[in-house]
């Protein structure tokens, strides 16, 4: 009776311990442990010494693709002729690509981009609207001049010039590109 006991005891405390069943572990290619939970679902990866659960890895995926999302700017600005402004960035493998369209509200700066195209080369005062991108205390990340005779010029069907627009890219990291939070255009003439 007791080896009855003896076996009955020795077969339930096998058959407890065994938690394998219960998780499913496999090993991925890049070295990481992954180990699921049949029951539940969850799912725990341990790499480099370090476990990460399911919810951290996607909180953490989110939070990364928030950071790259496209971003953009409209506001109203006196030192371009009291302008509208519009400026949109997006970073796609560390450059930075940016559009920028002005409306002016008077032809003065129409005007100063036509006098500049007319002029020899020499005789340019070459004149530039220029980019800055700022974090959130104000620090300038980026600083990318844009010639105001390269701006493009947009007409309605009248013939009317209705805006100025501009597109380029600049090299930028994921970093400096996630903790751009504002944008400003200035206007500034140069000599060469």
């Known amino acids: 009776m007791k080896k009855i006991i003896l076996l009955i005891l020795l077969c339930l405390f096998l058959t407890g311990c ?33 476990i990460t659960t399911e919810e951290e890895i996607r909180a953490s995926t989110y939070a990364e693709k928030a950071a790259l999302e496209p971003k953009g700017w409209r506001y109203q600005s006196r030192e371009l002729y009291n302008s509208n402004v519009t400026i949109k960035i997006k970073l796609i493998s560390d450059k930075l690509y940016y559009e920028v369209e002005i409306i002016p509200r008077t032809s003065e700066l129409f005007q100063s981009q036509e006098r500049e195209i007319s002029l020899p080369r020499k005789e340019r005062k070459n004149p530039v609207i220029i980019l800055k991108l700022y974090d959130e ?5 980026i600083y990318q001049p844009i010639p105001l005779v390269d701006m493009t010029r947009k007409t309605s069907k009248g013939g009317e010039y209705e805006s100025l627009d501009y597109a380029g890219s600049v090299k930028c990291d994921r970093n400096t590109y996630a903790n751009i939070k504002s944008g400003d255009l200035s206007y500034s003439i140069t000599q060469d």
């Not at 065994?18 to 572990?25: A, C």
């Not at 205390?137 to 990340?141: H, I, T």
């Open 18 to 50: 065994d938690d394998m069943s219960l998780y499913k572990i496999t090993r991925h290619e890049d070295g990481a442990i992954i180990k699921m939970n049949r029951l539940t679902g969850e799912i725990t990866i341990i790499k480099d010494g370090k």
């Open 137 to 141: 205390d104000s620090f300038e990340l």
